[in-house]
């Protein structure tokens, strides 16, 4: 049963256009939520995290979306550049109930076009 | 520079044996974890350890063993008993295991089977 789910597993997007990445979820115990991304053979890099007591986090470029009666969280790159083609993983924690541990989407792999 | 390092790189197995991969951290970080990347999947957590001297299970720990004999290493044994161990394998770390405390990656460990 995958709790975390990324149902688009690729993406290409113009440079300089927004991309939406989809992220949906099955626990509503989940808490916390953290976004990766990772370039092949790397491993994955932190990009952007968000509570639940909040619907929206915003660090540059990248703006992470929350919407709890949907499960439902997106990333969005404004603009897009090249340099963030790459595999985009979701990740979500239930903290609250004692759980620490992510539990990860298969991942988006975002094509950025020049 | 704090970081965490997997080695080696790649790694080759014949059948039947047993192979140990590396994951170091001078992060002093409390937590580590081992996962699993195959295509078209997500991150799967194998073992994760949230002290020195304990380690629990994850969600696919058949044929593989780890141990936390010390704070930053936090060793993985493929043994002969997993039955597909062809993947990329992932350790993280993290600052403490509750909520709001993300993981930082190693590089990743590609092994396969010849």
């Known amino acids: 049963d995958q709790q975390v789910k990324q149902n688009s597993p690729s993406l290409s997007v113009q440079e300089g256009r927004i991309s939406i990445l989809n992220c949906d979820y099955t626990n509503s115990m989940f808490d916390y939520f953290l976004w990766y991304k990772k370039y092949p053979a790397e491993g994955p890099t932190f990009l952007i995290s968000?509570?639940?007591?909040?619907d929206k986090n915003e660090d540059g470029r990248f703006t992470v979306f929350l919407n709890k009666s949907a499960k439902h969280l997106s990333l969005h790159i404004v603009p897009s550049q090249p340099g963030d083609s790459a595999v985009y993983f979701c990740a979500a924690s239930a903290g609250a109930s004692g759980t620490y541990k992510y539990i990860f989407g298969t991942g988006t792999r975002l094509k950025v076009l020049a | 520079d704090g970081g965490i390092t997997q080695s080696p790189k790649y790694l080759f197995r014949k059948e039947g044996q047993n192979v140990t991969l590396s994951c170091e951290q001078n992060?002093?970080?409390?937590?580590m974890y081992w996962y699993r990347q195959d295509p078209g999947q997500g991150l799967r957590l194998i073992y994760y350890?949230?002290?020195?001297?304990?380690?629990q299970k994850g969600d696919i720990a058949e044929g593989y063993s780890v141990s936390r004999e010390k704070k930053e290493s936090f060793p993985l044994t493929v043994t002969s008993a997993q039955k597909n161990p062809t993947a990329f394998y992932l350790c993280?770390?993290?600052?403490?295991?509750?909520?709001?405390?993300?993981?930082?990656f190693g590089s990743g460990t590609r092994l396969t089977v010849v």
């Open positions: 350890s949230q002290i020195v001297n304990d380690f």
């Open positions: 968000i509570s639940s007591i909040k």
């Open positions: 992060l002093n970080h409390d937590a």
């Open positions: 993280a770390s993290s600052k403490a295991t509750g909520v709001g405390y993300g993981y930082t």
